[in-house]
């Protein structure tokens, strides 16, 4: 009895060791990538984003926003915000 429970615990080890097996040779997955632009390309391209504004950051929410430098100054935008409410152009409530 015991030299059969060895024999099957024996062909449940070699068959379950053969799941664990992995490539022998590593190949990267973009081993075959060729990029269009070099790195100095896209550093430049960062910094002339920077100057400009015209980022696109990431928010916590995963959305991408490109946030533009406002050529208007907050009093500006807030007295445009208290006549859109007084001419009922924006509803408030419900």
Not at 32 to 43: D, G, L, M, Q, Y
Request: no cysteine; net charge positive; glycine share 4%.
């Amino acid at each position: 009895m015991n030299a059969k429970k060895l024999i099957a615990a024996a062909a449940v080890f070699a068959a379950s060791a053969t799941a664990f097996a992995q490539q022998s040779e590593f190949v990267a997955a973009d081993a075959n990538f060729t990029p269009a632009k070099t790195r100095a390309e896209v550093v430049a391209e960062l910094n002339q984003a920077y100057r400009e504004g015209t980022l696109a950051t990431q928010q916590r929410d995963g959305a991408d926003t490109i946030q533009y430098a406002s050529s208007r100054s907050r009093d500006e935008v807030r007295q445009e915000a208290l006549a859109a409410n007084r001419s009922r152009f924006i509803q408030s409530g419900s």
